[in-house]
């Protein structure tokens, strides 16, 4: 930039500055598309402040760029990282998804949303469409849901046998101990809201056009097995809390509190630094003297509305 004359910095500045401001866009979008799903409903009883603004943005961006440094040194380092999401329907598990890989590179942090199993899945051994979705070395992996469908969802809606369910808890702490000893750093959260907050939030989504796919028959069951779901989660949390994999509780009633705490939480179990990288130049482009740029057909665009 020390090659610019004056003119050229301020034009260069600006224009980075707008790139910027259209990038964290995307944040303020989706804020704003909370603040109209809570306006379709009236504001809960009993609950606390809301964080300022100002300092929820600030430090979701802080965060944000934390993963970044984070991703950069599982790419380097060719870790092997495995986040579990689990939690009651509408518990705000994929916002917070949402938010952590918001800034990063897909190809290093994706995200396992496994639909229901086919028939030829339900053949299987339970964990095998799991396993082929887990990292490779400079991998992260985020499962909205994972295996632990069994202990909940499947449990609850009879889905499967009591005998099934037995099996899983058999199996699963040694299934997470091989991934462990494999090399994988596997992490896992519940993220826990209280049944007035689910019932809040179901109502938002009946009162929302745009948010109503998202409650499915499933989902409105759920509503009535409140309390079967409750103990096949204390149940799930007594028999598959380990000290290779522990679980962790999310405080998960205020979005953005769960959002901030679960993102500083998770950059806590990896311990990571700053990855060296060298400067990047750009090279001066060739420039052809026989090369003439075509025409576009003006019905090619599309129309400009806006």
């Known amino acids: 930039m020390s090659e610019l004359d004056g003119t050229s910095q301020a034009t260069l500045i600006a224009a980075l500055r707008r790139e910027i401001a259209e990038a964290y866009d995307e944040e303020l979008e989706l804020e704003m598309e909370e603040e109209r799903l809570a306006g379709l409903v009236p504001p809960r009883e009993g609950t606390g402040p809301e964080l300022d603004r100002r300092f929820y943005f600030r430090e979701l961006l802080r965060l944000q760029h934390e993963l970044v440094r984070l991703q950069d040194w599982v790419q380097t380092h060719k870790l092997k990282v495995v986040v579990l999401f689990e939690g009651r329907d509408s ?33 299987q051994w339970y964990f095998q469409r799991y396993v082929s979705h887990l990292p ?54 519940w993220f826990s809201i209280t049944d007035a907050e689910q019932a809040h939030r179901f109502e938002m989504r009946i009162q929302d056009p745009l948010k109503q796919w998202k409650l499915s028959p499933m989902d409105v069951e759920s509503r009535r097995r409140w309390e079967s779901y409750t103990r096949a989660k204390e ?72």
């Not at 799930?236 to 901030?260: F, G, S, Y």
Request: glycine share 6%; aromatic share 8%; proline share 8%.
């Open 136 to 189: 490779t070395g400079g991998e992260m992996v985020l499962f909205d849901r994972s295996w632990y469908n069994r202990a909940g969802v499947e449990r609850v809606m009879g889905f499967c046998s009591e005998a099934d369910v037995e099996e899983f808890f058999r199996s699963v702490p040694e299934f997470e101990r091989m991934l462990v000893r494999s090399g994988i750093v596997l992490v896992k959260y």
């Open 91 to 123: 518990a705000g598990k994929g916002g917070v998804i949402k938010r952590i890989t918001q800034r990063l590179n897909p190809r290093v942090c994706r995200v396992a949303a496994l639909p229901a199993p086919s028939e030829r899945e339900r053949g």
């Open 235 to 306: 149940d799930m949390l007594a028999r598959t809390h380990i000290p290779e994999a522990p679980w962790w509780v999310v405080d998960a009633v205020d979005k953005q509190r769960a959002r901030l705490n679960c993102i500083s939480h998770l950059l806590e179990q990896v311990p990571y630094g700053t990855v060296e990288r060298a400067p990047v130049h750009l090279p001066e482009r060739v420039r052809n003297p026989d090369y003439v740029r075509g025409p576009v057909p003006a019905e090619m665009y599309v129309p400009a509305r806006y």
